[in-house]
């Protein structure tokens, strides 16, 4: 019965990695502009729509974990997200595309924390439980990894065969997630102290954590909005990439070298943070370095130039977050963390939400002056920050 436990790990680890495969990342704004003809607009219409779905949707999804049990969770995750991409590649339909991402969001909820608490649940059953972090640590860098091999893989598809065809394949991939799910085993502990808490209870106490504790909000402040603002990189730099001209065969390749970036500058950022004798002072260069990033972005043209800068925003910019980690968890109680981290995070998707349809229209009207908008609004947020280097 443990070796069985067991095995649960080595499956997640291919779970993860089938997963991480998205053979449309690389040319998601081509598939949903040339073949969806959708305007940007109506694509951030559609990302709005998702991010509401992913809270509507987390609280029935964790009910499906808790009274059917993980395994079964999992299982219809990984078969939702492989309608998802089904219903995409059927016709070009904005209604259509509404409900894939519905199942997309329903996919999403299932999986999140039921993922880990499966984990959890598995290595309990042999008294492993201390690799935990180990093991989600593992779980996550393999899904990097086949997002980064996926992403170029993708692109050839779009390039040599069709659009269509690079989501249409993603479908056939994620009904090998399901296989793998369906030879999970259900741990059976009868007890444990690992509980998984409500959306609107963990809403409710990540935020009386924030307005008791100032710094706590000081440093959420500082953290949202500049990331918040970073991230809209992650939906522009397609349409940036068609707009010098490059083509759509190189993009899968371009995002694999975002990712790669993104993997060496998680362990680069926390080693020049704790190097750095002002805090502030490194936190304030990081924002400098991107806004102008962002600024220089809005005037370059030039192929090479703009991959350099889309790198450096990747490189400062995405792994940003990881200066106030230490901050933020330094201020809360151990119990608490992962309920305020959880807060924190989803004010950050709220104001995404809330914003994504403004930038769809400034998209529509001008790529390069949302990059010179962006770069100011960085600059100004860096200017009236309240961090202090005792914080960090």
Same mark, same amino acid.
């Given at each position: !019965?443990?070796?069985?436990?067991?095995? =649960?790990?080595? +499956?997640?680890?291919?779970?993860?990695?089938?997963?991480?495969?998205?053979?449309?990342?690389?040319?998601?704004?081509?598939? !949903?502009?040339?073949?969806?003809?959708?305007?940007?607009?109506? $694509?951030?219409?559609?990302?709005?729509?998702?991010?509401?779905?992913?809270?509507?949707?987390?609280?029935?999804?964790?009910?499906?974990a808790?009274?059917?049990?993980?395994?079964?969770?999992?299982?219809?995750?990984?078969?939702?997200?492989?309608?998802?991409?089904?219903?995409?590649?059927? $016709?070009?339909?904005?209604?259509?595309?509404?409900?894939?991402e519905?199942?997309?969001?329903?996919?999403?909820?299932?999986?999140?924390?039921?993922?880990?608490?499966?984990?959890?649940?598995?290595? &309990?059953?042999?008294?492993?439980?201390?690799?935990?972090?180990?093991?989600?640590?593992?779980?996550?860098?393999?899904?990097?990894?086949?997002?980064?091999?996926?992403?170029? $893989?993708?692109?050839?598809?779009?390039?040599?065969?069709?659009?269509?065809?690079?989501?249409?394949?993603?479908?056939?991939?994620?009904?090998?997630?399901?296989?793998?799910?369906?030879?999970?085993?259900?741990?059976?502990?009868?007890? =444990?102290?690992?509980?998984?808490?409500s %959306?609107?209870?963990?809403?409710?106490?990540?935020?009386?954590?924030?307005? &008791?504790?100032?710094?706590? #909000?000081?440093?959420?402040?500082?953290?949202?909005?500049? =990331?918040?603002?970073?991230?809209?990189?992650f939906?522009?730099?397609?349409?940036?990439?068609?707009?010098?001209?490059?083509?759509?065969?190189?993009?899968?390749?371009?995002?694999?070298g975002?990712?790669?970036?993104?993997?060496?500058?998680?362990?680069?950022?926390?080693?020049?943070? +704790?190097?750095?004798?002002?805090? &502030? #002072?490194?936190?304030?260069?990081?924002?400098?370095?991107?806004?102008?990033?962002?600024?220089?972005?809005?005037?370059?043209?030039?192929?090479p130039?703009?991959?350099?800068?889309?790198?450096?925003?990747?490189?400062?910019?995405?792994?940003? %977050?990881l200066?106030? /980690?230490?901050g933020?968890?330094?201020?809360?109680?151990?119990?608490?963390?992962?309920?305020?981290?959880?807060?924190?995070?989803?004010?950050?998707?709220?104001?995404?939400?809330?914003?994504?349809?403004?930038?769809?229209?400034?998209v529509?009207?001008? /790529?390069?002056?949302?990059?010179? !908008?962006?770069? /100011?609004?960085?600059?100004?947020?860096?200017?009236?920050?309240?961090? &202090?280097?005792?914080?960090l």
């Amino acid at each position: !019965m443990e070796r069985n436990y067991k095995s =649960n790990i080595i +499956k997640i680890y291919i779970f993860s990695f089938i997963l991480g495969i998205h053979t449309v990342r690389g040319v998601y704004i081509p598939f !949903m502009t040339i073949w969806g003809g959708l305007s940007f607009f109506q $694509i951030m219409i559609l990302q709005s729509y998702f991010t509401a779905m992913i809270v509507l949707l987390e609280i029935p999804s964790g009910a499906i974990a808790d009274f059917l049990g993980r395994k079964i969770a999992l299982l219809l995750s990984a078969a939702s997200v492989a309608c998802a991409a089904l219903t995409y590649s059927i $016709i070009p339909n904005f209604i259509m595309f509404m409900l894939a991402e519905t199942l997309w969001a329903f996919g999403a909820a299932l999986s999140s924390g039921t993922n880990d608490t499966f984990v959890y649940f598995s290595l &309990k059953s042999y008294n492993n439980e201390k690799n935990l972090s180990n093991v989600l640590g593992r779980s996550r860098t393999l899904n990097l990894v086949a997002l980064t091999i996926s992403a170029p $893989i993708g692109s050839i598809i779009a390039y040599f065969i069709s659009l269509q065809f690079a989501m249409t394949s993603l479908a056939f991939i994620y009904v090998g997630a399901f296989l793998v799910a369906l030879t999970f085993r259900e741990p059976k502990i009868s007890s =444990n102290n690992y509980q998984q808490e409500s %959306y609107w209870r963990i809403i409710i106490s990540g935020f009386n954590e924030l307005r &008791k504790n100032k710094i706590l #909000r000081i440093l959420a402040f500082d953290w949202i909005p500049i =990331n918040v603002l970073i991230f809209f990189l992650f939906w522009t730099y397609q349409v940036y990439l068609d707009a010098i001209l490059i083509p759509q065969l190189w993009f899968g390749f371009i995002l694999a070298g975002m990712n790669i970036v993104n993997a060496i500058f998680t362990s680069t950022i926390p080693f020049l943070l +704790k190097k750095s004798k002002d805090k &502030k #002072r490194f936190l304030i260069s990081i924002n400098l370095i991107n806004g102008v990033a962002f600024l220089l972005l809005g005037v370059t043209t030039i192929i090479p130039l703009g991959i350099a800068i889309i790198l450096t925003i990747i490189a400062f910019g995405y792994t940003r %977050y990881l200066i106030f /980690v230490d901050g933020i968890n330094s201020q809360i109680e151990s119990e608490n963390r992962a309920t305020v981290l959880s807060t924190i995070n989803m004010f950050g998707s709220l104001i995404r939400a809330l914003i994504y349809p403004i930038v769809g229209l400034l998209v529509e009207w001008n /790529v390069y002056s949302v990059f010179i !908008m962006t770069g /100011v609004l960085i600059i100004l947020f860096t200017i009236f920050t309240h961090s &202090k280097s005792e914080y960090l």
